[in-house]
C-alpha cells in the first residue's frame, strides 16, 4: 500500500543531487552518486564501465570525465526522485542552462507517464515539480569535441530487435561494437552467436535505500530506462571512441497507452522518435559534438522487424522477450509480451518450428491469454504498458494468424477464434491494411543514408 503523495511531498520538499565521484580501477572506471531526499534519506547508485584502457582516460582528459560523470548521474535521478515526486530537484553537481533545464523537466513529465498513470498522480500542476540549480565550487563541464572513429556501437538487450540489428549490420560489413547492461543469460547468448569480437559489459548498482523505502510504502513505478540507456551509450561511444550508436526501437514504439490528465501516456516514450530526436539534439550540445544517435529499426512496425528475424534460425533458441522471465531465462507463457512475440512471429514461422524452438507450446491454446489478446487489440481501459506493437499491426498480425491456420483447414485455436468472434466480426479492408503494414516505411528517421538504403534493402522494400 503506497503513502499519500500529499504525506510524502510534504515530508521531502527536496531532492538533491550532491555530486559524483569518478575511481579508475584497473581497465575499468567505477562511477557513484550521492543523492538525498530531504531531510534524512541518501542514495549512493554505482555504474562501472570495463574494459576503459587508462591511456584512453587520459587522452579525454578530467574536464570530459567530469561531463560523463554529471550526465549519468542527472540520467539516475528519476528513479530515485520518483518515490516521494519532490516538488524540488537541486541540482549542485554541476550547472544546467535554461535549455536543459526545460530539456530535464520534459523528460521526467514525460518520460513518467506510466508512473503517474498507475499511481494516480496529478502531474500537470504548474508547481508540480521545479529545478533549481545550486553548484557552487564544481568542475567544469565540457563536451567531447573531437572526431569519433567511423564505427557502430549496438545495444544489445535479450530481444529479438538488437539481434535483428546485429545481424543486418554485421552482414553489410560495418565495423561493430556491443555493449549490454548487467547481462542476462539471453544478453550473453546473443553476442555470443551474433559472433561480434568486440564488446562492452557495464554494471550497475541500485542504491538497497531504494528497495527498502519501496517496502514501506513509498511510491514505485516505471522511469524512462531507454533514456537511461542513450546516456550510457554515449558515454561508451566517448570512452571507446565510437562515432555511431545504433539502438533498435521501432516504428512501435511511437504509439501511447492510454491518456490520463489529458496526456497521451507512452510506456515507451524513451524509446519513441520524439525521445530520440530531442536527445540526438541534446548530445550533440552537451556531450560529444560528432555523436550520432539513432534508432536503426524506426522505419519499420514490430511485425515487420519479426519478419526479417524469421531468417535467422540461430537466435530463435537464446533471444527472451519476457520480462517476468528474465531471472529464470524462460517465457512465462502468460504475459502480454510473450503472447505478442508469439503473434508477431506466427505468420513467418511454421507453427511446429515456433513451439519447438522458442515458446515450447503454443499459446493460442490458452484460455486465459484471451483477454490479454483483446487488451493488445485496444479492447481494454489501457493497452498493455509493454514493449508491444501499434494497436493496428497487432491487428493485422491476428488476423494474418487466423488465415494461416485456416488455410490448413484446421479449427481456430481459443485465442484466434475469440479474437475472431470479438474483433473481426467488426473489421474491414484486412487485406488492404495487411499490405499496407508489412510494407509500410516511416519517414520520420534519423538513420545515415547508408545505413537506410541497407534497412530498406534487406526489409524487401
Known amino acids: 500500500m503506497s503513502l499519500p503523495l500529499l504525506q510524502l511531498r510534504e515530508k521531502h520538499p527536496r531532492f538533491l543531487y550532491h555530486g559524483y565521484r569518478i575511481l579508475h580501477e584497473s581497465e575499468a572506471l567505477r562511477f557513484s552518486f550521492d543523492f538525498e531526499l530531504e531531510p534524512d534519506i541518501r542514495f549512493s547508485p554505482e555504474v562501472v564501465i570495463e574494459g576503459v584502457s587508462q591511456q584512453r582516460i587520459l587522452r579525454l582528459g578530467q574536464a570530459i570525465l567530469n561531463n560523463i560523470a554529471f550526465h549519468l548521474g542527472l540520467i539516475e535521478i528519476p528513479s530515485y526522485w520518483k518515490v516521494a515526486c519532490s516538488p524540488q530537484i537541486i541540482v549542485r553537481a554541476g550547472t544546467l542552462d535554461e535549455y536543459q ?5 520534459h523528460l521526467l513529465i514525460n518520460g513518467q507517464g506510466e508512473f503517474f498513470f498507475t499511481n494516480n498522480i496529478d502531474f500537470t500542476q504548474p508547481d508540480f515539480v521545479r529545478f533549481a540549480i545550486e553548484a557552487k565550487d564544481t568542475p567544469t563541464v565540457h563536451p567531447y569535441q573531437d572526431q ?12 529479438k530487435d538488437s539481434a535483428v540489428t546485429c545481424e543486418l549490420l554485421r552482414e553489410n560489413g560495418k565495423d561493430l561494437t556491443c555493449w549490454c547492461l548487467n547481462p542476462t543469460p539471453a544478453t550473453l547468448d546473443i553476442m555470443r552467436v551474433s559472433q561480434i569480437s568486440e564488446s562492452i559489459v557495464i554494471r550497475r548498482r541500485i542504491d538497497q535505500n531504494l528497495l ?16 537511461y540507456l542513450a546516456f550510457l551509450s554515449t558515454a561508451c561511444a566517448i570512452l571507446f571512441n565510437i562515432k555511431s550508436i545504433a539502438v533498435s526501437n521501432e516504428r512501435s514504439s511511437n504509439e501511447g497507452n492510454a491518456f490520463f490528465k489529458g496526456v497521451e501516456i507512452n510506456h515507451q516514450y524513451s524509446k519513441s522518435f520524439d525521445f530520440e530526436r530531442r536527445f540526438r539534439d541534446y548530445s550533440v550540445r552537451y556531450l560529444a559534438e560528432s555523436s550520432d544517435y539513432f534508432s536503426f529499426l524506426r522505419p519499420l512496425y514490430e511485425l515487420q522487424i519479426a519478419k526479417i528475424f524469421s531468417r535467422f534460425p540461430q537466435y530463435f533458441s537464446v533471444f527472451r522477450s519476457c520480462n517476468k522471465g528474465q531471472k529464470t531465462n524462460s517465457w512465462c507463457h502468460k504475459c502480454a509480451k510473450c503472447l505478442f512475440a508469439f503473434t508477431i512471429l506466427y505468420p513467418f514461422l511454421q507453427e511446429e518450428k515456433l513451439v519447438k524452438h522458442i515458446f515450447s507450446e503454443n499459446l493460442f491454446e490458452k484460455e486465459d491469454l484471451a483477454e490479454v489478446a483483446l487488451d493488445l487489440l485496444g479492447e481494454g481501459i489501457a493497452k498493455p504498458f509493454e514493449c508491444v506493437g501499434s494497436v493496428e499491426e497487432t491487428m493485422v498480425a491476428f488476423y494474418m494468424c487466423i488465415k494461416e491456420v485456416k488455410q490448413r483447414n484446421t479449427s481456430l485455436p481459443i485465442v484466434l477464434r475469440v479474437v475472431e468472434e470479438k474483433i473481426f466480426a467488426h473489421q474491414s479492408h484486412m487485406e488492404e491494411r495487411m499490405f499496407s503494414i508489412i510494407n509500410s516505411w516511416n519517414n520520420y528517421h534519423a538513420i545515415p543514408k547508408d545505413f537506410e538504403e541497407l534497412l530498406e534493402r534487406e526489409a524487401n522494400l
Open 101 to 105: 533545464l526545460t530539456w530535464w523537466k
Open 148 to 159: 569519433l572513429d567511423n564505427k557502430v556501437l549496438v545495444p544489445i538487450g535479450g530481444g
Open 212 to 227: 527498502k523505502l519501496n517496502a514501506k510504502g513509498y511510491l514505485n513505478g516505471h522511469t524512462p530506462f531507454s533514456a
